[in-house]
Nanobody, 122 residues
Framework: QVQLVESGGGLVQTGGSLRLSCAAS????????MGWFRQAPGKEREFVAA????????YYADSVKGRFTISRDNAKNTVYLQMNSLKPEDTAVYYC???????????????WGRGTLVTVSS
């Protein structure tokens, strides 16, 4: 079992930046693939980014490539999402997730956090 708690959401203006954090419980954090997803009002949840257990491989949705960066610190059991050049269409609840292996093509996950709201004002 892995428990995930997101933080760092808030209100930011267009073009601004935010860094989301996800703290994970459990001693096996370093063995999990970690990911970020988001769900905008009235829309389905969508993949944003994922990172391998070692951090050596990262994966991004086309909509965030070049603007968002996923990283992890296994010593702190934490995964991050640095979001730059934010746009109003990035407004969503952002969820942290974990999986015991990478499952393509949909990045299916086993564990989910409760989410943190990011609002980008125009």
């Amino acid at each position: 079992q892995v428990q995930l708690v997101e933080s760092g959401g808030g209100l930011v203006q267009t073009g601004g930046s935010l860094r989301l954090s996800c703290a994970a419980s459990g001693r096996t954090f370093s063995s999990y693939v970690m990911g970020w997803f988001r769900q905008a009002p009235g829309k389905e949840r969508e993949f944003v980014a994922a990172i391998s257990w070692s951090g050596s491989r990262t994966y991004y949705a086309d909509s965030v490539k070049g603007r968002f960066t996923i990283s992890r610190d296994n010593a702190k059991n934490t995964v991050y999402l640095q979001m730059n050049s934010l746009k109003p269409e990035d407004t969503a609840v952002y969820y942290c997730a974990a999986a015991d292996r990478l499952r393509l093509p949909n990045y299916d996950m086993d564990y989910w956090g409760r989410g943190t709201l990011v609002t980008v004002s125009s």
